[in-house]
């Protein structure tokens, strides 16, 4: 490839985004090209993050809980997960989960991140039991729990459907679901990664029936391991097409893999530069989906901090508790204070503004940092930005 082929092709691409027109997986690929400088790819992105979310950077301040690592899946990927018997196994007892509620609502979280291993020695009432305890305990604290994956066992440890699991689920107090589990959703991957569970059709179909029964979830992609950009693309646009069915997806997060502890640990972790140009083509490619978020404790804080200006407009929140990824490697902090949160948005040139789950803003007493009440909803204004790319 040239590169006056290479500035054509980007002007078409720039061309197409100005007019609100939508990337194909041609477009998605070229845009994963090494002859592709990553700061026009960069800029693009920026442009259509300004026009969504204008020069807002989101936080929350959140909690994870993992209520056990014993799993009947080996994906080889997971440096989490433990066999019953291993001295590393735990599954949390109610006191425990309880306990951490209580931790959380003392620090002000407004959400908990609830997500774990399959335990084949806990039934389905166990799993639902932790929403329920906390939802009764802590009835201010959103709770967004459980993966498609884990819905897929609830279906097989039940015999119901996704969806009257997830209606279940709901009304014991589940507020919201995340994203994870859909590491790529092309066979020729998956198959490499994570053979026997869910596959990209339940996924997907899990996630169609929470957006049926009312709840917002979020959508992810593992990406920096033995996937192509053809991959990557293709995973994409099977949530770019979901989402125009069902408008229930409000954040992307792509999720650099971490080598280390796992089965795969002979491969080099994704670099800086790999993961701002993955944010920003999955910026351009997902017109629909609201936000993007940089993972800060999966980047780095560096590249979650310079994310912001190649298609994020979310760094999650302060994440205490968080082990799947600090299990796999990850040498990033164990939490973040709203402060450094506060002060790394500032520095991006971005204006923090506190969020809960489902993007209102929060507003919190300034005598009583507990005390926080929930606010308008986020608009996607956006100004209009020039585009000044090429």
């Known amino acids: 490839m040239n590169n006056l082929n290479v500035k054509d092709r ?10 609100g ?15 592709v400088p990553l ?5 693009l992105a920026n442009y259509v993050r300004e026009k969504i979310n204008g020069n807002v950077g989101y936080y929350n301040i959140n909690t994870h809980l993992n209520p056990t690592n014993v799993c009947v899946y080996r994906c080889r990927f997971c440096a989490f997960r433990s066999d019953l018997r291993d001295p590393k196994g735990y599954a949390m007892s109610d006191e425990q989960i309880l306990h951490r509620g209580q931790e959380a609502v003392d620090n002000g979280c407004t959400e908990m991140h609830i997500v774990g291993g399959l335990h084949h020695k806990l039934g389905y009432d166990w799993y639902r039991g932790i929403i329920e305890k906390l939802h009764n305990a802590y009835p201010k604290l959103h709770l967004k729990g459980w993966t498609a994956v884990e819905i897929n066992w609830f279906e097989f440890l039940t015999k119901m459907t996704s969806k009257e699991i997830l209606q279940d689920l709901r009304s014991a107090g589940l507020g919201s679901m995340p994203g994870g589990g859909a590491e790529i ?3 020729e991957v998956r198959d490499q990664l994570c053979e026997h569970k869910a596959n990209s059709h339940k996924w997907l179909e899990i996630h169609q029936a929470a957006h049926e029964v009312g709840l917002k979830t979020n959508c992810t992609m593992l990406y920096g391991h033995v996937e192509q950009a053809y991959h990557r693309i293709d995973h994409l646009l099977r949530l770019r097409d979901l989402q125009d069915k069902t408008g229930g997806f409000q954040t992307f997060i792509p999720l650099a893999f971490h080598p280390e502890n796992t089965k795969l640990s002979h491969l080099k972790k994704p670099s800086a530069l790999m993961d701002l140009r993955t944010m920003a083509v999955c910026r351009l490619m997902l017109d ?13 804080i560096g590249t979650a901090q310079t994310a912001l ?6 760094i999650d929140g302060t994440v205490r508790h968080e082990l799947i990824y600090h299990d796999a490697g990850a040498t990033t902090p164990e939490m973040l204070t709203v402060e450094q949160m506060k002060q790394l948005i500032n520095e991006a040139g971005r204006e923090p503004v506190e969020r809960d ?4 803003h929060i507003h919190r ?7 926080w009440t929930v606010g308008e909803e986020v608009s996607l204004y956006g100004k209009q930005p020039e585009l000044t790319v090429g």
């Open 39 to 43: 700061h026009e790819v960069g800029q």
């Open 309 to 314: 200006a190649y298609g994020a407009d979310d």
């Open 288 to 300: 629909n989906v609201p936000h993007m978020k940089a993972y800060w404790i999966m980047l780095g």
């Open 185 to 187: 959703f092309h066979p």
């Open 21 to 35: 027109g939508r990337l194909n997986m041609d477009d998605g690929v070229f845009l994963y090209s090494p002859e």
């Open 10 to 19: 980007l002007r078409s691409i720039r061309d197409k985004v100005e007019q």
């Open 365 to 371: 007493n300034p005598d009583n940092f507990q005390e």
């Open 357 to 360: 789950t489902v993007y209102h």
